[in-house]
């Protein structure tokens, strides 16, 4: 299957939405990591503050940063002046906030930086969509995965 280039945007957008991230070696009792299945995912997205360490330490600009500008989805892609990871909106993003406004390549930079990596597609849909606590505070039921209506298929 190849992909064109909207669908790689695509995937890059929803990847960076929330920017969870992976890894082989680490363990479920890191307090940092949530253990799923044969694999574990970080319990938050990469904050700003988080981001802003590994482009201080390597002195990486973003493609964003060096354009002037990110994109939204809004029935569409729309380009926003003034938005990068640092400033989501357009202002000043607090440092607490997941990190927007980065592209798949710069996404596996920083999962190298962090020797961690990137979800396959697979992973991501089983983390994101199942119920993996016994006692679940919604209504979803345990090991059961969600609608896949939900789900985006790209």
């Not at 319990?43 to 503050?49: D, N, Q």
């Not at 989501?88 to 440092?95: A, D, F, S, T, V």
Request: a positive charge; glycine letters at 4%.
């Amino acid at each position: 299957m190849t992909y064109n280039h909207l669908t790689n945007k695509i995937i890059i957008y929803l990847l960076n939405i929330i920017l969870i991230f992976f890894t082989n070696f680490v363990f479920a009792e890191d307090k940092k990591m949530q253990k799923i299945s044969y694999f574990s995912i970080d319990l938050t997205e990469v904050s700003i503050a988080e981001f802003s360490k590994f482009t201080k330490t390597t002195n990486y600009i973003t493609e964003a940063e060096k354009r002037g500008w990110g994109y939204v989805y809004e029935f569409g892609w729309v380009k926003k002046e003034g938005w990068d990871w640092k400033k989501p909106y357009g202002i000043k993003g607090e440092l607490n906030e997941p990190v927007v406004h980065i592209n798949f390549d710069e996404a596996q930079m920083f999962c190298k930086w962090k020797n961690k990596r990137l979800p396959t597609e697979e992973e991501w849909v089983y983390a994101a969509y199942t119920e993996t606590r016994e006692k679940s505070v919604s209504k979803f039921i345990y090991k059961k995965l969600m609608s896949t209506q939900l789900v985006i298929h790209l």
